[in-house]
């Protein structure tokens, strides 16, 4: 199995960026995913969670409302658009898959896989 995740960068405060997580080696289909975030010097955290069939998301308060997740099946690839983004948003961004049946978890443990991760610098 692998993800990877990439389009990350260096963006000023406001800007927006897309990034997507490519994945194979796995039905994508049969997995909920998840996006989490890790700040130098801070614990990885949960930002944004996706269904299988990508009816349900699920957001942390922090990015509610200025990120937006989804995904396509037919091409084994998730998004996650940043919008409105601030100097705190800066962190390297992991996307992971979850086989459970529920989805939406914000738990690191339930995730199954995880890609590499990709930096995010949002500038003041």
């Known amino acids: 199995v692998q993800l990877q995740a990439y389009g990350g960068g260096l963006v000023q405060a406001g800007g927006s960026l897309r990034l997507s997580c490519a994945a194979s080696?796995?039905?994508?289909?049969?997995?909920?995913m998840g996006w989490f975030r890790q700040a130098p010097g801070k614990e990885r955290e949960f930002v944004a969670a996706i269904s299988r069939s990508g009816g349900g998301t699920y957001y942390s308060d922090s990015v509610k409302g200025r990120f937006t997740t989804s995904r396509d099946n037919a091409k084994n690839t998730l998004y996650l658009q940043m919008n409105s983004l601030k100097p705190e948003d800066t962190a390297v961004y992991y996307c992971?898959?979850?086989?459970?049946?529920?989805?939406?978890?914000?738990?690191?443990?339930?995730?199954?896989?995880w890609g590499q991760g990709t930096q995010v610098t949002v500038s003041s």
């Open positions: 992971a898959a979850d086989k459970g049946i529920r989805g939406g978890s914000t738990e690191l443990s339930e995730y199954d896989y």
């Open positions: 080696g796995l039905i994508f289909s049969r997995y909920a």
